[in-house]
T-cell receptor, first 115, second 111 residues
Framework: NAGVTQTPKFQVLKTGQSMTLQCAQDMNHNSMYWYRQDPGMGLRLIYYSASEGTTDKGEVPNGYNVSRLNKREFSLRLESAAPSQTSVYFC??????????????FGQGTRLTVV | TQLLEQSPQFLSIQEGENLTVYCNSSSVFSSLQWYRQEPGEGPVLLVTVVTGGEVKKLKRLTFQFGDARKDSSLHITAAQPGDTGLYLCAGFTSGTYKYIFGTGTRLKVLA
C-alpha cells in the first residue's frame, strides 16, 4: 500500500525559480492538505482541499498556489521561490466526511532548500 | 486564529523515568489527536480523543482530553529509548476540515 506519495523527496532551488511539489494518495480520501514544518514551529497549514474541486487557504498561504487535479492528486506550486520557503513540506490526506474524527495520513515529506 | 501550544518544547530524560507533555489552546476542538514523528518521516497517529474528560491508554502512554476540550496531555510511564521522537498534538474542528498542529515536543530517552 503506497498511501500518500510525495515527489520529489529533495530539491534545491535558486531564489526566484519556480517549482511544483506533487502529492498523490491511493486511499480514496476526500480531503488533502499541504503543511510546512520548520524547526520549533510544528506543522503549519499552507492550503487544504476539503473535497475535489475546492481549495482553501490555511495559516501560511502567501507565496504558494495549489491545484486539486482530481480526487487523488493535490499539487503545491512555488511561483518565485524565496529563502524563507526553505522547509520540509508534507502532504496529508484524510476522510473527514466520516463522523468520527478521522486520522490524517502523511507522506514522507519534501525537503526544499532555496539558496 | 487557532493555536496549540505544547510544553515542554524539548525533553531529555533517562530510561525508566516518567514524563508528561501538555497541549494547550484557547480554542475548543471537536477532537484532539496525538501524532509521533520519526526523523525523515511524516507524523503517524497515536490516538484520537473526542469527549471532554476522556482518558485513553496505549500501553505505557496515557492521553487525556480536557473537560472543556481546549487542552490535552500525554503521559509516558517508564520511558524507553524507543519512545524517542517528536510528539505533535493536533486539534480538529468538525465542519472546518482542518487539522491545527501544535508546536511539537521533541523527546529523547537516554539508555
Amino acid at each position: 500500500n503506497a498511501g500518500v506519495t510525495q515527489t520529489p523527496k529533495f530539491q534545491v532551488l535558486k531564489t526566484g525559480q519556480s517549482m511544483t511539489l506533487q502529492c498523490a494518495q491511493d486511499m480514496n480520501h476526500n480531503s488533502m492538505y499541504w503543511y510546512r514544518q520548520d524547526p520549533g514551529m510544528g506543522l503549519r497549514l499552507i492550503y487544504y482541499s476539503a473535497s475535489e474541486g475546492t481549495t482553501d487557504k490555511g495559516e501560511v498561504p502567501n507565496g504558494y498556489n495549489v491545484s486539486r487535479l482530481n480526487k487523488r492528486e493535490f499539487s503545491l506550486r512555488l511561483e518565485s521561490a524565496a529563502p524563507s520557503q526553505t522547509s520540509v513540506y508534507f502532504c496529508a490526506s484524510s476522510e473527514v466526511h466520516r463522523p468520527q474524527a478521522p486520522e490524517a495520513f502523511f507522506g514522507q515529506g519534501t525537503r526544499l532548500t532555496v539558496v | 486564529t487557532q493555536l496549540l501550544e505544547q510544553s515542554p518544547q524539548f525533553l531529555s530524560i533517562q530510561e525508566g523515568e516518567n514524563l508528561t507533555v501538555y497541549c494547550n489552546s484557547s480554542s475548543v476542538f471537536s477532537s484532539l489527536q496525538w501524532y509521533r514523528q520519526e526523523p525523515g518521516e511524516g507524523p503517524v497517529l497515536l490516538v484520537t480523543v473526542v469527549t471532554g474528560g476522556e482518558v485513553k491508554k496505549l500501553k505505557r502512554l496515557t492521553f487525556q482530553f480536557g473537560d472543556a476540550r481546549k487542552d490535552s496531555s500525554l503521559h509516558i510511564t517508564a520511558a524507553q529509548p524507543g519512545d524517542t521522537g517528536l510528539y505533535l498534538c493536533a486539534g480538529f474542528t468538525s465542519g472546518t476540515y482542518k487539522y491545527i498542529f501544535g508546536t511539537g515536543t521533541r523527546l529523547k530517552v537516554l539508555a
